[in-house]
């Protein structure tokens, strides 16, 4: 009987004891695995580069700046205020600072992402699924907009339409005794014309992304069963590419809202404010705590927009493409329609891409705009020396020590953000990937896609006064250019994770599975599987990274010194200072140099933009 009972009770103990061994266990692998780590460490840093200047920013537009005590009666510097909210929603104000801005800005998003994910998205489908002729040639050419900064097409979108009333000297058409209306000049039609054509490649991108990715089983599971080459397309291929199509008008969208340089040069001059302009203009005006609640409304804005997105096409399904079966679906056959469908591109090719660059390729050899006799035309604006007489006296752009300077900023920036942004997208990538239908990988994924939704110039104003001074153990960086990388990381991580995801998901998860049971740590599978067949996706990340910092502007206008100038603000103070042909001759440089570096890592490294972000 005691043997009994003394069995039982060991028993008992030995049950107890194993069940918290089992607790121990699980809670030291949670502490312990791999994955779990590198999500533990990706929220801290997201969150402190993230999430915190949002709140920052938030936070102080409820206190009151040193600078406007005076306007607020009775208030001393960082006292609590609504005055900031009250003065941009219930003021005299409100209007001009807002309301009609914010209208202007989504009748603009709208717009843009109406005609840019049209077009995109059926260029994408030509390009990959059907018999188009000269495709190598469309694939290179089509991405030549996104290479370009906006800003660029709007300069040379004026170069061609401005009259000397509204733009102070003639231009291309009216040199040519061609006289076009102002509306098409300046104003809501040439700002959403201007985006449309700069911003279409981000449909293009992620559908054709999405349509590469598409198992081909499925479509030829269609065609067993008898179905024709167009019902497919509508029935299977159109649905699993929804929520590439969708994501690429929410990109479009808040992107265009949040555009500055495009509605600054072609809608500020006619009295055309958006909600980017007015939030520059506050900015500027030393009136930053409007700024940021104008800036916050921008970010609801591009929220809700998003989370009628997720609303509508719900969790994406994700499938892997690199794994043991699945080919290519035959291409759709476009018959009769294959030459005029050519032919139309080859139109928009040389009226939307080629010959406004040739145009203001042009106006960098002239003396002065819109003067087409032989003794006009010069070199002087590249390589000239000081004329007291000409351009304020600057020399040429390429005798300039600015214009190197700035070069070898522009060149070292771009190369060391792509570089960490890449690699911290692709580790970011793996966890959504691997986490897609997990808290884990929706709240990194989440994360990342946030500052995309935050004014490029408002980022910018939030990093200046967040690293002005010391915060925890990081030094005050204000005036180094390990801020302006850290900015341009940060900023590119919906790129760079969109590239990461897009690569992951094409990577099966049974090849790490088989190396698991034969042994292989996590570590060795990273470095002998996961990055060797990550290789084309990661040049395709450097490459979405490297174009968006070399071209920007916006971002990082506040924050740059003159010891730390880029190309793009070179650029900006010659516009700003009305020597508009030496920054041409730095636009012309500028594509020259983007162009060079994407057709390098496309023939050595197989780099593809498409491939970088479809599918993410």
Sequence with gaps: MNNGMIGVGLEGKTLEYSKLRRWKNTIVGIFTKPYNIIVACALIVLTYLIVVPLIDMIVSTFHVLPGDVRRIQ???????TLFYWTRVFASELSSALLFRPLMNSIIIG??????????????????????????????????????????????????????????????????LGIVTPEWLAYGPVPIILVLAISNYAFAYLLTSGALR???????????????????????????????????SFILTFSKSIGSFSVPAFLGMRVGYNTISTMLFSSIRQR???????????????????????????GARKSYATIGGKGGRSNLVSLGKWKYPIVVSLMLFVAFAIFLPLLILTIETFMLRPGRFEISNFTLHYWIGESIPNIGDGEPGVLRNWWFWQSARNTLLLGFSAAVLGTMAGQILGYICSRGRGRFSGRTIEQLSFMPFLIPSISFGAIYLSMFAQPRLFIPALYGTFALLVLIC?????????????????????????????????????????????????????????????????????LILTPRLSTLPSMMFSYVMGGVDEYGNVVVVIMFIIILSVYIIANKIGKADLAAGIGGA
């Design 213 to 247: 990715s598409v198992n081909s089983e499925v479509e030829e599971m269609g065609e067993l069963a008898g179905a024709g080459k167009m019902c497919i397309l509508r029935k299977i291929t159109f649905p699993l590419v929804m929520p590439a199509i969708l994501s």
């Design 287 to 313: 009136d930053s705590n409007s700024a940021y609640v104008i800036s916050l409304v921008l970010i609801a804005t591009a929220a809700i927009a998003i989370y009628m997105n997720h609303r509508v096409i």
């Design 489 to 557: 990381m940060v900023d590119g991580l919906p790129f760079s994770t969109r590239a990461g995801v897009s690569n992951m998901l094409q990577i099966g998860f049974e090849l790490e599975e088989a190396a698991s049971i034969e042994g292989a740590s996590f570590i060795r599978r990273f470095r002998k599987i996961v990055f060797p067949l990550a290789k084309p996706g990661f040049l395709s990340g450097f490459m979405l990274i490297f174009i968006s910092v070399i071209k920007e502007l916006d971002l990082l206008i």
């Design 74 to 80: 009775g208030a001393a510097a960082g006292d609590f």
């Design 110 to 175: 709208l717009s843009v992402s109406a005609i840019g994910v049209t077009f995109g998205a059926l260029v994408a489908w030509l390009m990959v699924r059907s018999d188009l002729p000269g495709k190598k040639f469309f694939s290179l050419v089509l991405l030549i907009p996104y290479m370009l900064p906006s800003w660029c097409i709007a300069m040379t979108w004026m170069s061609v339409f401005k009259t000397e009333r509204m733009g102070g000297s003639p231009g291309f058409l009216q040199g």
